[in-house]
């Protein structure tokens, strides 16, 4: 079989390797049948983020399900699901209280396709197929009627959309949010935007300077202002920091109200002088750190299926298997592949 292996930056190629067998009753083997780029693999792609090669590529994906360890209850084969980029167990003390992202049973971060900081053992999700450990925990089975090409990102960047609105939302519906979006996170904010939409606040704002993610924020029924990160915009409950760098961080705590929750899902990579006498006064929550995918994901597909949510507004490019090199080295927001 072929898997995609990234070099190094603007450095893709196809790579034979053999076809990965089930060496235990829990796994299941999946052929994926639709991919997306995650946030940070532009950034991997131009250099801008290191993360050295060569390592098996891709964590964004829906696959079908071609084979089955004897443990496995919950899928089978002929099923489409949906890949979480994390590996957990579903049995560990950290996955029963839904904290995905640091299952206990495996190494710190181990996720599909990021290389030696997720792991090398685990592969990636841009191969003709590819084995998923505790497939019953793991595998989220794809509602009948979604095209997989929308939901390709449902592995990672969406949940990590809708842990930044979904929870505050429900737990005070119609709270207004703000979004400063920008390149650091950009599809991911831009989520945030149509699922605060699709739960219903009362007033979405998403900030950027860009043209077409303007435009996709307006698609989403947002209120879309051009303005830097540093904008006046007002005080929000719900405030997203999707943009990267210290001005936007401090900005959107700056923007948080009283008792507001501030979340922010870009990666600094230095360290940031916060406004922690201001959040004290105005009991401000800040959160950020790696999304836990797993347990949002099913939230997020059950708003797909109502039609109150269509992440397909998002993506910018779309391609074939066979184009997948050219496409990725493109470099656009949001690639979708397909076969």
């Not at 067998?21 to 829990?26: F, K, M, V």
């Not at 990579?269 to 999304?291: I, W």
């Not at 299926?305 to 656009?332: K, M, Q, Y």
Request: with cysteine; hydrophobic share 40%; aromatic share 6%.
């Amino acid at each position: 079989m072929r898997r995609l292996m990234l070099d190094g930056p603007g450095r893709l190629r196809w790579e034979d390797c053999p076809e990965p067998t089930l060496d235990h009753p829990d796994q299941a083997l999946v052929r994926p049948v639709a991919l997306a780029t995650c946030d940070l693999d532009p950034a991997v792609l131009r250099g801008g983020f290191p993360l050295p090669g060569p390592f098996p590529f891709g964590h964004e994906g829906v696959a079908e399900v071609v084979a089955v360890g004897e443990d496995v209850r919950t899928v089978a084969v002929g099923d489409r699901v949906v890949v979480p980029f994390q590996i957990s167990c579903g049995t560990c003390e950290p996955c029963r209280r839904g904290r995905t992202g640091n299952c206990a049973s495996h190494p710190m971060m181990s996720t599909f396709g990021l290389g030696a900081m997720g792991g090398l053992n685990w592969g990636g999700l841009w191969a003709d197929l590819a084995v998923v450990p505790h497939a019953d925990a793991m595998l989220v089975p794809l509602p009948d009627g979604i095209d997989p090409a929308a939901v390709a990102s449902a592995s990672d960047n969406i949940p990590d959309a809708y842990r930044t609105v979904g929870p505050r939302l429900s737990a005070e519906p119609g709270a207004e949010v703000l979004v400063l979006g920008g390149p650091a996170a950009a599809s991911i904010g831009l989520y945030a935007a149509g699922l605060a939409v699709a739960l219903g606040s009362s007033r979405v704002v998403y900030v950027d300077t860009e043209p077409e993610r303007l435009e996709i924020a307006t698609r989403f029924g947002a209120e879309a202002v051009e303005a830097g990160p540093d904008a006046r915009v007002g005080r929000f409950p719900v405030t997203v920091e999707a943009c990267g760098g210290a001005t936007a961080l401090r900005a959107a705590i700056n923007a948080t109200s009283p008792d507001g929750t501030c979340t922010s899902v870009s990666v600094q990579r230095e360290d940031v002088e916060l406004p922690l006498l201001a959040m004290y006064s105005r009991c401000c929550t800040f959160h950020t750190g790696r999304a836990h995918a797993r347990p949002a994901i099913p939230a997020v597909l059950d708003l797909v299926v109502a039609g109150r949510f269509d992440p397909s507004i998002v993506t910018t490019r779309t391609a074939g298997w066979e184009e997948s090199i050219d496409a990725l080295l493109e470099t656009p927001m949001k690639l979708v592949v397909t076969r």
